[in-house]
């Protein structure tokens, strides 16, 4: 009887050994794993939806080939206790990564982000396109209904009936969960608050709606920036004289309201046509912006250059020729732009 309990008690030992053998040779190997760089150069995407659990998660990464095994990452999150700090959303991994890379990143909600630009000077509808096709999965309907929706624009703080000169030009990222509603606030944000930065002359009596409208204008009417100040300048003393400001870019934004659609040409009807936006039959500036401005001109609106010039004419290669008189204009649209397109037309 003895010598059975003796044999019974090495047998649990023996037992008692080998799983403990066993246990610190699996935690061995977890460790190895979670340490162990796995993966290639080319970018993997993993979407993890709300409520996925971390054996799901594990099939996930596994079957997108950004772990080697399933079980032993399944079992590794499950030994360090994390499988309730796993955040959802959609993750690029670019390897080679360790396992404890990949779980810190999903930990710290490190996203995938999307990115795309809004050059300086475009309209809002020229915008929507350029976001709808970001990849974030934004209706191109909803996106054009936000912007012309009068209710959003003034929730957002925008004194105007759409988001036409808030959308700041600038690159932007956004993760998938982003709503179109979230975009747009950023990028009124990002407005705003370069207007609210910019340096601006006390004597200067424009509002921010009449600002940012200004501020639109100047972005269209020079691609050069030294010249933003300068250009405002005319405008300025134009406002101050009650003279029309005879814009050419508002005369096409006139015409797209009228039209329905975007032409990127003028007639003599169009100069003449009454329109609020048309700065050639209505004195003053127009109701709201034609364009998003970017931070150079919105600083130009606010504190233009001093001067005493009232007139500015094209030299057909982004800068302008500016007079102080009607005179000197009219020698200086007789040069850049009867005789420059005469002769231009006369050498094809």
Same mark, same amino acid.
């Given at each position: 009887?003895?010598?059975?309990?003796?044999?019974?008690? /090495?047998?649990?030992?023996?037992?008692?050994?080998?799983?403990?053998?066993?246990?610190?040779?699996?935690?061995?190997? !977890?460790?190895?794993?979670?340490?162990?760089?796995?993966?290639?150069?080319?970018?993997?995407?993993?979407?993890?939806?709300? =409520?996925?659990?971390?054996?799901?998660?594990?099939?996930? $990464? @596994?079957?997108?080939?950004?772990?080697?095994?399933?079980?032993?990452?399944?079992?590794?999150?499950?030994?360090?206790? *994390?499988?309730?700090?796993?955040?959802?959303?959609?993750?690029?991994?670019?390897?080679?990564?360790?396992?404890?890379? &990949?779980?810190?990143?999903?930990?710290?909600?490190? *996203?995938?982000?999307?990115?795309?630009?809004?050059?300086?000077?475009?309209?809002?509808?020229?915008?929507?396109?350029?976001?709808?096709?970001?990849? +974030?999965?934004?209706?191109?309907?909803?996106?054009?209904? /936000?912007?012309?929706?009068?209710?959003?624009?003034?929730?957002?703080?925008?004194?105007?009936?759409?988001?036409?000169?808030?959308?700041?030009?600038?690159?932007?990222?956004?993760?998938?969960?982003?709503?179109?509603?979230?975009? $747009?606030?950023?990028?009124?944000?990002?407005?705003?608050?370069? @207007?609210?930065?910019?340096?601006?002359?006390?004597?200067?009596?424009?509002?921010?709606?009449?600002? %940012?409208? $200004?501020?639109?204008?100047?972005?269209?009417?020079?691609?050069?920036?030294?010249?933003?100040?300068?250009?405002?300048?005319?405008?300025?003393?134009?406002?101050?004289?009650?003279?029309? +400001? #005879?814009?050419?870019?508002?005369?096409? @934004?006139?015409? %797209?309201?009228?039209?329905?659609?975007?032409?990127?040409? &003028?007639?003599?009807?169009?100069?003449?046509?009454?329109?609020?936006?048309?700065?050639?039959?209505?004195?003053?500036?127009?109701?709201?912006?034609?364009?998003?401005? =970017?931070?150079?001109? &919105?600083?130009?609106?606010?504190?233009?250059?001093?001067?005493?010039?009232? @007139?500015?004419?094209?030299?057909?290669? =982004?800068?302008? *020729?500016?007079?102080?008189? !009607?005179?000197?204009?009219?020698?200086?649209?007789?040069?850049? #732009?009867?005789?420059?397109?005469?002769?231009?037309?006369?050498?094809?």
């Amino acid at each position: 009887m003895k010598r059975i309990l003796v044999y019974v008690l /090495l047998s649990l030992s023996l037992l008692a050994i080998a799983a403990l053998g066993y246990w610190l040779f699996k935690q061995r190997k !977890l460790t190895e794993f979670s340490q162990t760089p796995f993966g290639n150069e080319q970018p993997k995407s993993v979407l993890i939806q709300r =409520g996925t659990g971390p054996r799901a998660l594990a099939r996930l $990464l @596994y079957e997108a080939e950004v772990i080697q095994e399933a079980s032993l990452f399944y079992e590794w999150v499950r030994r360090e206790g *994390v499988a309730s700090q796993l955040k959802a959303g959609e993750y690029e991994f670019v390897g080679p990564l360790t396992p404890a890379q &990949i779980t810190q990143q999903i930990i710290n909600n490190q *996203v995938k982000t999307y990115r795309f630009t809004i050059p300086e000077g475009l309209r809002m509808d020229e915008v929507a396109p350029i976001m709808a096709a970001a990849g +974030l999965g934004w209706s191109s309907q909803k996106l054009q209904e /936000l912007l012309n929706s009068a209710s959003f624009a003034n929730k957002l703080g925008v004194p105007a009936h759409t988001l036409e000169g808030f959308l700041f030009p600038d690159t932007y990222f956004f993760s998938r969960n982003t709503t179109e509603e979230a975009a $747009l606030k950023k990028m009124v944000d990002a407005s705003l608050a370069a @207007y609210a930065a910019a340096p601006k002359n006390p004597n200067n009596p424009l509002n921010l709606l009449e600002a %940012m409208t $200004l501020a639109s204008i100047i972005e269209k009417e020079t691609g050069a920036p030294e010249e933003r100040p300068r250009i405002s300048c005319v405008f300025h003393n134009r406002l101050r004289l009650n003279m029309l +400001l #005879q814009t050419d870019p508002t005369v096409l @934004y006139a015409k %797209m309201l009228r039209l329905g659609h975007f032409e990127n040409s &003028i007639t003599r009807e169009d100069l003449r046509s009454p329109h609020p936006y048309n700065t050639y039959t209505t004195k003053g500036l127009p109701p709201g912006p034609i364009a998003s401005g =970017g931070k150079a001109a &919105i600083e130009a609106a606010l504190m233009p250059l001093e001067c005493k010039e009232l @007139y500015f004419v094209s030299r057909n290669d =982004g800068t302008h *020729v500016f007079c102080e008189n !009607l005179q000197c204009h009219e020698k200086a649209v007789d040069k850049w #732009q009867r005789q420059f397109h005469k002769k231009k037309k006369s050498t094809r």
